[in-house]
């Protein structure tokens, strides 16, 4: 089957680093994507990586390890506004948004 | 104004009624969506669309179907409304051209079959 693992929550404080892993076991594995939900609203894009290897927008960077089917979501200089719902999730195939979705890691942000 | 608008925002039904909730775009991309997400399950591919003569079942198609009257418009419907078909359904679009494959998702649509 394909399934994504992700911690189910994760709590910082504000101007902290947080990490979100993510495991995969995928077929056709094309690259793994980030998208955030704020309390049940509309999810919005973060990131994508179809290499290994970091890639950086800000105050986000996401990696990909293709070889350990796992990859995270880094979240520097944390504030309040970042406490969301993150979820990752696998591309089966290459430029569609045709995906599979891990259940998601709540973060909660404290001062 | 949105650019994925789904419609209704909101809806209770009962069970064994017919259901259709509706999205348009004006993103201008050929590819649309249905996804469904239920409490620590994530969201979860219901059917897609990659122009206006296609239709494809993702992972969980039993119990609905869709229409794809334009390339602005994609609807999913749901014959017979069964209780397990209470969550919050969501559209999204994406283009061809983004390599990401980056959704854009409009703002939901939260069923709730009694």
């Known amino acids: 089957g394909q399934s994504l693992e992700q911690p189910s929550e994760v709590t910082a404080v504000e101007g902290a680093i947080v990490q979100i892993n993510c495991t995969y076991q995928t077929s056709g594995f094309y690259g793994l994507s980030w998208y955030q939900q704020h309390d049940g609203g509309a999810p919005t894009f973060l990131s994508y990586n179809a290499l290994d290897g970091l890639e950086e927008t800000g105050r986000f960077s996401s990696f990909l390890s293709r070889s350990d089917s796992y990859g995270y979501l880094l979240l520097q200089e944390l504030q309040m506004k970042d406490s969301a719902s993150y979820f990752c999730a696998a591309h089966g195939s290459s430029n569609t948004g045709k995906l599979i979705f891990g259940q998601g890691t709540t973060l909660q942000v404290k001062p | 104004d949105a650019d994925v608008t789904q419609t209704p925002r909101n809806r209770i039904t009962k069970t064994g009624k017919r259901i259709m909730l509706e999205c348009s775009q004006t993103?201008?991309?050929?590819?649309m969506y249905w996804y469904r997400q239920d409490p620590g399950l994530g969201l979860r591919l219901i059917y897609y669309?990659?122009?206006?003569?296609?239709?494809n079942k993702g992972e969980i198609s039993d119990g609905y179907s869709v229409s794809r009257q334009a390339q602005a418009k994609f609807s999913l419907s749901l014959e017979s409304a069964i209780p397990n078909q209470t969550a919050l359904y969501f559209c999204?679009?994406?283009?061809?051209?983004?390599?990401?494959?980056?959704?854009?998702f409009g703002e939901g649509s939260r069923l709730t079959v009694l």
């Open positions: 669309s990659f122009d206006v003569k296609d239709i």
């Open positions: 993103k201008g991309h050929d590819r």
């Open positions: 999204a679009t994406s283009d061809p051209q983004n390599r990401a494959g980056e959704l854009f």
